[in-house]
């Protein structure tokens, strides 16, 4: 089963209600999936990374925001934020549309090799399907700021976290006087 | 005695011509800069707006003059493709215009996204006051026609999914048909814009892009109008278009008019470049940029290697050796002439254009000067 397809099963489970007990092992560990709350309607969907952080290509390589942006959006009380730091500033601009802490609901797992380490700045090489994968990380995303050494071992942990929403809808937040045109569209086969 | 004899082959070819109308289309791509004003003529009864960019002086002026030399009285249509200026300046003064002295409109054209929640967001982006005041008074002139009694204008609200309006002229029909975006995307690129605040602009992914479609049983012609849709809105273009006609498995067109000014950002990795390029028979239309980095010198040179026929509205911007200085300080409007580029079409599948030199050639482009891929606006 492709992870799209795995990720897409587990959330259908837990937008259920549903709290799936197996856990995920695909390609030799690469990734791991668990569940730890529900999805439900009223949500927004977060990915704050931890530790080492990852990059939103590698998410996309794996067509994670892809299959996000194609699935939970069709929900539309449902957004995705990925964050390749969980730092409050990458929360601006939630605080009108969230409230609660994130309730943590999928944990990843990523295993690399270092292959390079150049001063601050370390390159990670990901054995995927599709080709190895290099990202290139910063001292501060590694935990407590210990830059790892070339041919370690390292693994990056992604954290995918529920929080509730207040309002239902972004769109009901207008700023705007025009009128709405909602409904007022031709109705059937436009002829002119 | 009467001798009757056949009538000659000009003759017969002549009375055909009489009795069949000939199925025709009139492309007007006026020279606005960057931005897009395309005015369509089809069937030779209907016409169609898409977009427009007439900031007000001379090339609205011309605009009108173009209008009146061509006697237009009523626009059929009018589409509003996504809401950035240089495709919505001067439409307020266009509705106006027709909806006066016993011209008329007939439908208006918009995203399925509600204008509110679009100038919402450009409040939010800070625009200029001056292009978010101008889209304010746009959709209230537009209301105001809706509430009309009887209404003046009729909305159609288009997306991938909408059906496509029908363009009925004699015993022929053209279709235009919405492919993009789809629902999703764009609640994807709303939902993105509103929570990355400025960071991220995001209308152009809200583009519609039209497909021009002739499927008569004497002829066929496919178009492509492409709005500033990115690469990944020209790929899902392309994917629906197939839907739409499983049968052609490998979208073909006779006439594209490119997406984003034939910026690079369009066109890296997008449909056009890579393994979902549609075949195109005969011509791209390219509204040349008004600050002399559109359309990049690469994205036209992708364009000639294919062997396209690329029509430009003016080369006399695209040399744009003091584009950068235009760009930080001088008034981008002010060195352009408007002309109108008109390519016809009619079912011999011939495509002709006026002027004709309009036609750019890959030594004419090696004098470009290049722009990066990120510094292009």
Known sequence: ?192 | LKATFPASKAEASKDKLESEPTIKLDIHLFHCGQGDTVLLNLLGEKWVLIDCNLPKGQVRDEFFLLVSSLKINRLDLVCLTHSHEDHYTGMEEVLRYFNAAGRSVGMYCVGAVEPRLIHTWMKRQNRPKSSVLGYERLNKYVDELLKSKPPRIILFSADANSRPVIVVGGSEEVQLHPIAPSPSESRTALQEAFLFGKAKDQLNKLSIVLALLIRSKKSEFSGLLAADTDAAGFRSAMERLKEIEPHRPKPTFDFVKVSHHGSWDSHEGSGVAEHHKPDVEFVAGISAGRIKVLPDREVLRDFLINNWTVLVTTKKLAHRKRYALELFGQNPYTEFQARNLKITWSEDRQLEWFPEEAQISLPEIENYQTVTKGTQT
């Open chain 1, 1 to 192: 089963m492709e992870i799209g397809e795995q990720i897409r099963e587990h959330v259908a489970r837990a937008g259920l209600g549903q709290r799936p007990q197996a856990e995920f092992q695909q390609r030799e560990n690469l990734i791991s999936i668990r569940s730890q709350g529900s999805l439900g309607k009223n949500a927004i969907l977060i990915a704050p990374h931890h530790g080492s952080g990852l990059e939103s290509s590698w998410h996309e390589s794996l067509a994670y925001v892809e299959w996000t942006r194609r699935n939970l959006f069709e929900e539309p009380r449902a957004l995705l934020v990925c964050l390749t730091h969980p730092h409050e500033d990458h929360y601006t601009g939630l605080s009108d549309v969230a409230f609660g802490p994130p309730r943590p609901c999928i944990i990843e797992s990523h295993r690399g090799v270092v292959s390079d380490v150049l001063g601050n700045q370390v390159e990670i090489t990901y054995e995927t399907p599709a080709g190895p994968i290099k990202q290139i990380y910063n001292r501060e995303q590694f935990r407590g700021g210990v830059i790892p050494n070339e041919g370690d071992d390292v693994e990056a942990k992604v954290t995918v976290s529920v929080v509730d929403r207040e309002t239902s809808e972004v769109e009901e937040d207008f700023e705007s006087d025009i009128p709405s045109f909602e409904g007022r569209g031709i109705k059937g086969q436009a002829r002119i």
